[in-house]
């Protein structure tokens, strides 16, 4: 997707970080929009149509949270929250107010970039099921609930199942614990994190080369847990053997 041909809203208060995220967005197509506080953001948000929001949680007029607990009242749009590093509360607490993703500062041109072609691509393909998820040597049908890897074919347990599917549904996007916690195994389970550790620890040691460094599985460090997409794919030799 070379031209996203998508419009960006963007409310940020701080100038110097506009203008790093807008040079940025123009660089890699994107049409932007700017609001320099929650109030503007939200009235270009009426009357603009933008196709993605990006928010920053600290702005001086509104707290974030609000902020999109306000615009969730009207609008699926994605929204991609900016957090200062360290701030995990802060996240969880977006995303459970309805933000789809967020980026800590300081991040690369890059991982801006792939963060918003997640979301925008997500944001199209909303009511039809993608059926197959590819990344590197990792495949996932989630009509047929088959998973393969460098073409062999991955048995996993109902609950593993469950878990990558949730995560393929999302792809490229970060989940949270207790949202994982809660559609795998239940709302009464949301405070059982070890399940979500050991079954994310058997997955990894069936789909990743090291488990220990996971390329597919991603660790969200006091957060959740997002699935990586556009893997590149490694050499078959170097594939760990499967039963
Ligand atoms: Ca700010």
Redesign the pocket.
Known sequence: MNSPDALILLI???LQTRRFLKSNLTLNGWACTEAKNAQSGLESLRQQFPDMVIL?L??PDMNGIEVITHIRQYSEIPILILSARGLEVDKIAALEAGADDYLTKPFSNGELNARLLALLRRARRSGTLHDVFVSGELTVNLAQRRVSLANQEVHLTPIEYNLLAQLVRHAGLVLTHRHLLKTVWGAEHIQDSHYLRIYMGQLRHKLELDPARPKYLLTEVGVGYRLAVNESPTALNDLPKLA
């Open positions: 940020e208060d701080d920053d600290g702005l």
